[in-house]
């Protein structure tokens, strides 16, 4: 269901109380979609897919108002969805599949020649060769951010390139973190500022990621180092008691809400997850009772996440038999894709200045 049409109407309900009700639907007269009983006009909007969900939201200023108090609400609610990526040529069509089967195809403008090579707090994240710069786009929300041209040879590989947005609040500004695999360099640009800096450790990394408001990265000695921003760029290698054994094979970082797992692939659909105790500063084999409340989605792009199984329905799991491979071993369930989107990632943005979204605009991106 899209709700599109702002100048449809319906029938006032006749026990509204002033007498006009009755006398309108008896009529014909209409009134319109603006004064919807708010209880069954939230029954509706929960019905909706995350698309529709922002079409919904520009109809009017109370369904506006609707939507943006329980965005929250709607958001964390919705399953993670599929994406694919249909190359023809130099056009790539993007195909993102919800819960229910429904199909959204959409375009990116001005995306010709650049390649998806990660997915970051909501936002597809494309590079491009010319100009080499990196641009995000967020398929829902159609919000972008374009960093500028990068200052060393990071060529489109998606295998090789690990790209995170973050919030630093001492200067209240996104910034984007970046580096190379294997490579000891990372890169970071704070949002329309124009210019790269870097930090840099004797060893390459193998990932980074962002918890609880903080930047982990972690090399190929299997060393962990926290990467700090503010007031000087820095890493700080973190004194772990015990050291993982830097044999890794295609190692992940993956958080949760509450944990921090480091997870290995070791051969096709088998993997091994080690948790970070940071209490005792030391990896632990998680608990199995704990391990049973999580469900990993594994992407190919390296943004696989942990989402706690009660956050989503069992009878969503035909959909992810159907549209991911589901393995179950002692270290929890896994659902496979190559690339795995979660709606509630559109929350960590927070646009001050979000505007209704443009029916045009939308056409523009969904066919």
């Known amino acids: 269901m899209c709700i599109m049409n702002k100048t449809r109407s319906v029938s006032k309900s006749k026990n509204r109380g002033d007498g006009l009700g009755t006398k309108r639907f008896m009529t014909g007269a209409t009134a319109p979609w603006s004064d919807l009983d708010p209880h069954l006009l939230y029954l509706v909007m929960m019905q909706l897919g995350a698309f529709d969900f922002f079409a919904f939201s520009g109809v009017c200023k109370s369904w506006r108002s609707l939507a943006l108090s329980n965005k929250i609400r709607f958001m964390s609610s919705r399953p993670t969805m599929s994406i694919w990526i249909i190359e023809q040529g130099n056009k790539r069509e993007y195909s993102m599949n919800d819960f229910d089967g429904r199909e959204f195809k959409f375009r990116i403008p001005k995306s010709s020649g650049k390649t998806c090579v990660g997915l970051t707090c909501g936002y597809l994240v494309l590079f491009g060769l010319k100009p080499r710069e990196f641009w995000l786009m967020n398929p829902i929300t159609r919000h972008g951010f374009r960093f500028p041209k990068v200052p060393r040879d990071l060529e ?4 090789g390139i690990r790209a995170i947005l973050v919030f630093s609040p001492s200067i209240s500004a996104w910034v984007l973190v970046v580096f190379r695999r294997f490579l000891s360099e990372i890169w970071f640009s704070i949002a329309g500022k124009g210019s790269w800096s870097y930090v840099s450790s004797e060893e390459g990394f193998f990932d980074l990621h962002e918890f609880k408001g903080k930047i982990y990265a972690i090399d190929t000695d299997a060393c962990l180092y926290e990467l700090g921003l503010d007031p000087d760029p820095k890493l700080t290698l973190l004194k772990i008691k015990n050291v993982l054994d830097p ?4 190692p992940e970082i993956v958080c949760s809400g509450e ?5 290995e692939n ?3 659909y088998v993997y091994v997850v080690h948790e970070l105790d940071f209490d005792e500063m030391k990896w632990v084999s998680p608990n199995e009772n704990t391990m ?3 469900a990993f989605f594994v992407s190919e792009l390296k943004h ?3 989402i706690k199984r009660e956050l989503w329905s069992d009878s969503w799991l035909p959909y992810y038999k159907k549209y991911g491979f589901r393995y179950i071993s002692r270290n929890g369930m896994f659902f496979n894709k ?3 989107y979660f709606p509630h990632d559109c929350l960590k943005v927070n646009l001050k200045h979000e505007k209704r979204p443009n029916h045009e605009n939308l056409d523009e991106w969904c066919q």
């Open 156 to 159: 489109p590989n998606r295998d």
């Open 247 to 250: 044999d890794l094979r295609l």
């Open 259 to 263: 944990n921090f797992y480091f997870m």
């Open 266 to 268: 070791f051969w096709e």
């Open 292 to 294: 049973d409340e999580y």
């Open 304 to 306: 696989s996440a942990a």
């Open 338 to 340: 190559d690339i795995w």
